[in-house]
């Protein structure tokens, strides 16, 4: 008789970028591919790189959702001039690029999906994230805003593909990499070592972990700011 097939392991999909707007790196694809091949208490990591253009990231995206099928999904981008671990809270169906994206599109005011939701919350237990980072030594907060680039438009594809499909996505800005603020023109950002940003985001993704698998709510911790 056959016995029945073991269940899969969890699989988790991390997103990065390429880099983008000149420069020659994007800490969001470094900690992907650094967390590539990985396991976290028994879950697979897999890392997609994503391109920075508006016409391009989202099939990108779909391919790598349909082909892995994740239980848990984070998208991460960097986000220049923010210091710590930025959950974020929302995404919005607008695209109203400041900057030309890799392939030189500049988008106003045009929506993510046409007729789509004004909003998608994150699904993740963004407060406990948040909570369980800083536990680990690092700081972090929660965003309220994406922007509205091709960070926030991958963010609102991820939630309306995935919206009522029990998977558990979101999105985290990181903060820059030392050597990309060393050679910033322009006022000097704040940024974190690649293994540090490595080492919160295994900790965020341990705490998603063991939130789905204890079917936990997120934990009622304030996270509110004026922006
Ligand atoms: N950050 C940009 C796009 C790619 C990335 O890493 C953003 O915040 O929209």
Redesign the pocket.
């Known amino acids: 008789m056959l016995s029945p097939s073991p269940p899969r392991p969890m699989r988790i999909l991390l997103t990065g970028?390429e880099p983008?707007g000149g420069q020659s790196l994007?800490p969001?694809w470094e900690v992907a591919r650094a967390l590539h091949g990985q396991t976290l208490e028994g879950a697979q990591l897999v890392a997609v790189q994503l391109p920075?253009v508006f016409a391009q990231a989202l099939p990108v995206l779909q391919q790598a959702l349909k082909q892995h099928q994740p239980d848990i999904a984070l998208a991460l981008?960097?986000?220049e001039g923010r210091c710590d671990f930025s959950v974020e809270r929302v995404a919005i169906n607008v695209m109203d690029a400041r900057i030309p994206d890799n392939a030189g599109a500049q988008p106003v005011d045009e929506p993510v999906v046409a007729g789509g939701p004004a909003g998608y919350f994150s699904t993740l237990p963004i407060k406990a994230m948040v909570a369980g980072v800083r536990a680990a030594g690092f700081s972090a907060s929660v965003s309220q805003t994406?922007?509205t680039?091709?960070?926030?438009q991958v963010f609102y594809a991820l939630q309306h593909t995935l919206a009522g499909l029990g998977v558990h996505s979101g999105f985290v800005?990181l903060p820059l990499l030392p050597e990309q603020a060393a050679n910033w023109s322009g006022p000097n950002l704040p940024s974190w070592p690649l293994p540090l940003q490595v080492a919160a985001t295994r900790q965020a993704l341990a705490v998603v972990l063991a939130h789905r698998l204890q079917g936990r709510a997120d934990l009622a911790l304030a996270g509110g700011a004026l922006s």
């Not at 680039?149 to 926030?152: G, I, K, P, R, T």
């Open positions: 970028f983008f994007n969001s920075c981008g960097q986000a994406a922007g680039f091709v960070c926030n800005h």
